[in-house]
């Protein structure tokens, strides 16, 4: 299905008369005059007033896609990680790792001349691996234009190579069926108008105007809809201070303005929850999350948009040095890990200075186009699993129309009463030789004695049918002795009705939970079928055991097993989670204390938080709470809090440490949180029982190079989360 072109059947009213006016403007539009008229009233009626089921006719083609492909080019394919003979490294991002002012920078245009670039070739591996769709770097952080536009000469236009990249582009994905997509930075190192510079780039910030930026990046996104007709637009380096949920919504406002069917990513706003990527509560624009190098946990919320982006090596631009690729196994799996928790998978290609895909980057791609031509649709067109987590692999379904005999995909089976059909990925043969389907309450169409109709292998039907049978609230397959594709073997099972799964009851609070004087725990399940049996002294729940009526309290460590039933079998898998009765942290006495913790601050190189012992402080200073406000002049630091903190109350404390980079937090000399190493935003989470009063605390951290930051927040009797207050900090 390609992305819906027409525009909705809606009052069109306020935006074709903007598209008049901009069309208006556009001839005599000036540098500094933003396309948007200013005078428009703020809120744009149509295309961001739209209902779920026009949200959902907007997304259908992305989230059918399921694979896509990323591509990172510029002018950074020429250095390649090396800058001036030295392996600096940092690939898109060698003008920072190798700290390249920009007036040394901008002259590789001079050198960009891609002339074996095959924009035909590039959509069909694509094509040919999968991917329904392709977002390319329009620019990226350096600055750098890869269509000629009106609005700069940094671009492709002032080079010896000239040609329109995204315009040839755009031709030869429409010719191959490939949806075409740009990902657009807001960080921009090189344009006078941006701002923060970096830290090395002494050209003066007198005269530079961001909001003078802002309009120019907000007419070159306008000149690429209008030229180009992107599908998707990704956004990215929207975390630097100048870029505000104003903007954010403002520049949203302005795409779907221009063209009410484009999709785009929640990094044009700034609501994204560092590299996990989803995007919290606020009201933060984007129409999916963008976790990045990691694929989410099982668990997402139904009904939230997401796509894993990854590298196939270790760096997005070019790097000729960088040959660590991920198998061809890998990425299959990921790939349908991916799809199993109902996230699309953008998968990276970084192309040389020439014009071409690494060699490792072609034949991967042809090997996962191999099994998507065989597997393709266990993954196109399919939603999340119905099942928890799966030891031997992964599952994706698809709703089939009850009752019609769908064009069979294979001859050997024609779908009559299936309402849906299950994927089921088989990445490592269970020692049993049998796929137990826990709790699928479905009767499978293989049990219906329809001749022979048992599950089979989507790669190779003719293979037989593989016998199906039920056992209490399992659905058990038997496997031959052998699979067909040790990678990833896809079983088909379909079943009459929606798949209704009675999963394992769930815990509150899960395993690991500490307690002080007396715990309650909730054992639910979202099934009211059934009723739930438990135990606690760790052994197998059966119709005997204890039966779930309410929260059950304790007052000592205990391992929970719980399980539930139906028609007094087993419905569902057990449940299990230990829970421990600690004795809380005694509070220290101190004679006296002074308001705020003293951060020392210490400069070098560092990979990890240091051990502080043996270092001597660059500055020493008392600071409220925990942040970087304490951090020295310079890019590569470590700062070291030390102090009390005042604990209202006593009970089971919870910490949560988000920084870039690493950190680490001890509460009386206890680890209670590693953060630590090399990363981008991210947080951790950890529990200490401490009694009502004052504990000692210490935070490390550590910045190596780009974003920096550390925040500490804490949740506990009659407090929610939130950061831990200077009024709790002395010294
Ligand atoms: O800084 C960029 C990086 O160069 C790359 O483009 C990735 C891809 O999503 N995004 C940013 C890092 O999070």
Known sequence: MTPCRRHAARDLAPVLLLASIAAATSASRAQEEPWWPADLPRRVATPLDESPAERDDRMAWWREARFGMFIHWGLYAIPSGTWKGKRTGGAEWILNAARIHPDEYMPLREQFDPVEFDPTQWAMIARNAGMKYLVITSKHHDGFCLWPSEFTDFDVDSTPFRRDVLGELAEACRREGVVLCFYHSIMDWTHPDYLPRR???????????????????????????????????????????????????????????????????????????????????????????????????TGLPSGVDWETCM??????????????????????????????????FLLNVGPD????????????????????????????????????????????RRSLPRGTDLDPPHDFHVVEVADERLYLHVFERPASGELRLTGLMNMPIAMQGVGDRGAYFLADPGAGALPVRREGADVVITLPSTLPDPIDTVVVL???????????????????????????????????????????????????????????????????????????????????????????????????????????????????????????PVSEQVVERVGVAARPRGDEYALRFRGLLEVPATGVWEFRLTSDDGSRLLIDGELVIDNDGLHSATERTGRIALEKGLHRLEVGFFEASGQDDVVLEWSGPGVERQAVPASACSH
Request: proline share 6%; hydrophobic share 40%; glycine share 10%.
């Open 199 to 297: 830290a090395w780039d002494d050209r003066p910030t007198e005269g530079a105007d961001f909001e003078r930026y802002v309009s120019t990046m907000h007419s070159q996104v306008k000149e690429l809809i209008d030229r180009y007709r992107p599908a998707v637009l990704w956004f990215d380096g929207e975390w630097e201070d100048t870029w505000t949920h104003a903007r954010g919504a403002a520049t949203y406002d302005l795409v779907r303005t221009a063209d009410p069917a484009i999709i785009v990513n929640n990094r044009v706003d700034v609501g994204r929850e560092g590299m996990a990527g989803l995007t919290r509560a606020g009201g933060f624009r984007g129409d999916f999350g963008t976790p990045e190098q990691e694929i989410p946990p």
């Open 311 to 344: 590298t196939m090596n270790r760096s997005w631009g070019h790097q000729s040095f960088d040959l660590e690729f991920k198998s061809v196994e890998d990425l299959i799996r990921k790939l349908v890990d991916i799809a199993s928790k109902g996230g699309n």
């Open 353 to 396: 200075a020439r014009g071409n895909f690494p060699p490792e980057s072609i034949a991967r791609l042809a090997a996962i186009g191999r099994w998507m031509d065989l597997n393709g649709e266990s993954i196109h067109g399919t939603r999340a699993s119905c099942f928890g987590d799966l030891p031997w692999g992964r599952c994706t």
């Open 494 to 616: 379909d079943i009459e009705g929606e798949a209704v799964v009675v999963g394992p009851p769930a815990i509150a609070p899960g395993d690991g939970a500490i307690f002080v004087d007396e715990l309650a725990v909730e054992i639910t399940s979202p099934s009211d079928e059934v009723e739930i049996r438990y135990t606690l002294d760790g052994s197998a729940p059966t119709m005997a055991s204890q039966r779930v009526e309410g929260a059950i309290r304790l007052t000592d460590s205990a391992t929970i097993l719980a399980a539930c039933f139906l028609n007094r079998a087993p419905a569902s898998g057990v449940s299990r989670a230990s829970v421990t009765r600690v004795v809380p942290k005694p509070a220290i006495a101190v004679l006296t204390s002074q308001p705020g913790l003293v951060a020392s601050a210490y400069h070098g190189t560092f990979r990890q938080v240091p051990d502080f012992a043996t270092l001597a």
